[in-house]
């Protein structure tokens, strides 16, 4: 089998660098057929009730629009991720995945207010149809690389964005792709099932709770264990100030109001993103921390 490898790995990357929409010059491969056969089309669109705890109301905010965004082709997205998962030597898969980048899609506004520019880290966990009606907020337990690493894993989670203690900004999918964030179990053939399909997530690098005896970062102490713990991590100033940008915005140009950004603990029983964050949700930590932004 090995005889046939190189052959059609070459026509997959020559078709990927075609496809990639920062590539501005012809190839000749565009010239060529796709050996690809077109990916199905999206599923409706449902949003599951209890993936808000609490209705929209009308006099829920949304923040002014920001500048639009070129769309990305996500279908063509979903067909590069077809052709790479085909890939079966894992070096060469992620040489090709590295070849999926695509322009980010916050706003020009918010790019201009982040401290580095958002940097791209293609993942092919995902699926096509999604509409967001809400945010999603995590904590990624791991470490930045580690966790980057296992969302451009064949077959394992991913969220769209990810901030680091440092306020970087990563995107690892277009946001009108299914990301696999808010997953409870495996499903058939043991894949990732996601079944909260209508959101983004964004992920925060943190470890959540903590030994403060091995632990040098900044704590936040919660003195009713509200979540299990007494010590967790806390949030550094840079990556509030980085996700708060990008909730705006993300708020912003999907029209979705503010009471529809949710922490993971509110859709199952993860504690994530834990008591050291309060956007301006009803916390039970102590001290409970001041909301970020404020609802009516
Ligand atoms: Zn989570």
């Known amino acids: 089998m090995r005889i046939h490898r190189s052959f059609p790995f070459f026509l997959i990357l020559a078709w990927l660098a075609a496809c990639n929409p920062v590539a501005g010059t012809p190839s000749q491969a565009e010239a060529q057929p796709s050996p690809f056969v077109p990916v199905d089309s999206p599923p409706t669109s449902t949003i599951l009730p209890f993936i808000s705890p609490t209705p929209a109301s009308s006099e829920t905010p949304t923040?002014?629009?920001?500048?639009?965004?070129?769309?990305?082709?996500?279908?063509?997205?979903?067909?590069?991720?077809?052709?790479?998962?085909?890939?079966?030597?894992?070096?060469?898969?992620?040489f090709a995945l590295e070849q999926m980048e695509f322009p980010t899609e916050l706003s020009a506004e918010a790019q201009a207010r982040l401290l580095f520019p958002?940097?791209?880290?293609?993942?092919c966990n995902m699926r096509t149809g999604n509409t967001p009606q809400?945010?999603?907020?995590?904590?990624?337990?791991?470490g930045l690389v580690a966790s980057i690493s296992e969302?451009?894993?064949?077959?394992?989670?991913?969220?769209?964005?990810?901030?680091d203690r440092?306020?970087?900004?990563?995107?690892?999918?277009?946001?009108?792709?299914v990301a696999f964030h808010v997953t409870c179990c495996l499903g058939a053939g043991g894949k990732v099932n996601e079944d909260y399909t209508q959101s983004i997530g964004i992920e925060l690098v943190n470890k959540?709770?903590?030994?403060?005896?091995?632990f040098d970062g900044p704590i936040f102490e919660d003195y009713l264990e509200s979540f299990g713990y007494r010590y967790w991590e806390d949030y550094p100033e840079a990556q509030i100030a980085s996700l708060v940008i990008l909730v705006e915005d993300i708020t912003a140009r999907w029209g979705i109001p503010l009471d529809k950004v949710i922490g993971h603990y509110q859709v199952n029983d993860n504690t994530d993103p834990g008591p050291a964050l309060n956007l301006f949700w009803r916390r039970n930590g102590n001290p409970s921390r001041p909301p970020i932004f404020n609802l009516p």
């Open 63 to 94: 923040l002014v629009p920001a500048t639009p965004v070129p769309p990305i082709d996500t279908m063509r997205y979903a067909q590069n991720c077809d052709a790479v998962d085909r890939i079966p030597d894992v070096y060469e898969r992620q």
């Open 118 to 123: 958002v940097l791209v880290r293609p993942s």
């Open 134 to 142: 809400a945010i999603v907020l995590h904590a990624t337990r791991g």
């Open 151 to 163: 969302f451009q894993e064949r077959d394992k989670s991913s969220a769209h964005y990810m901030i």
């Open 166 to 177: 440092d306020g970087q900004v990563y995107q690892l999918a277009p946001e009108g792709l």
């Open 208 to 214: 959540l709770y903590v030994n403060p005896d091995g």
